[in-house]
């Protein structure tokens, strides 16, 4: 496998606007990002919002702490074809999981 790995973190602001989902998509698609880390006021990441945001290839393989009133949230997201998550936790003020390279 010769992908490179393009990490992408980054608080926008915005997304409840189809154009700028679109925006976020067509950055993510043509920068390759293969991980995405974002900092969000979403309420509630469907697959749908995550594929409309992110493209086909993050919508089975994402986690979020959801945004709550004025306290942001956070989206983590990787591409299924080269990661898999696991050990996914929330906690309070937190998401975290473990990133697996898929060989």
């Known amino acids: 496998m010769s992908q490179k790995n ?4 980054w608080n926008i602001r915005g997304l409840n606007a189809a154009a700028r989902r679109a925006s976020v ?3 993510v698609t043509s ?6 880390c974002q900092e969000t006021k979403i ?8 594929v409309d945001t992110l ?3 993050f919508a089975r393989k994402y986690m979020a702490f959801l ?12 591409d299924e074809i080269f990661f898999n998550p696991h050990n996914c936790s929330t906690t309070e003020y ?3 999981a473990d990133i697996t390279l898929l060989l």
């Not at 004025?70 to 997201?77: K, N, P, S, V, Y």
Request: a positive charge; one cysteine or more.
């Open 6 to 9: 393009v990490n992408l973190c």
């Open 25 to 27: 998509r067509n950055t």
């Open 31 to 36: 920068l390759g990002a293969t991980i995405v």
């Open 43 to 50: 309420a509630h990441w469907s697959t749908h919002l995550v």
């Open 55 to 57: 493209g086909q290839r």
């Open 67 to 78: 945004a709550s009133g004025t306290r942001g949230g956070i989206l983590i997201a990787v």
């Open 94 to 96: 937190t998401v975290s």
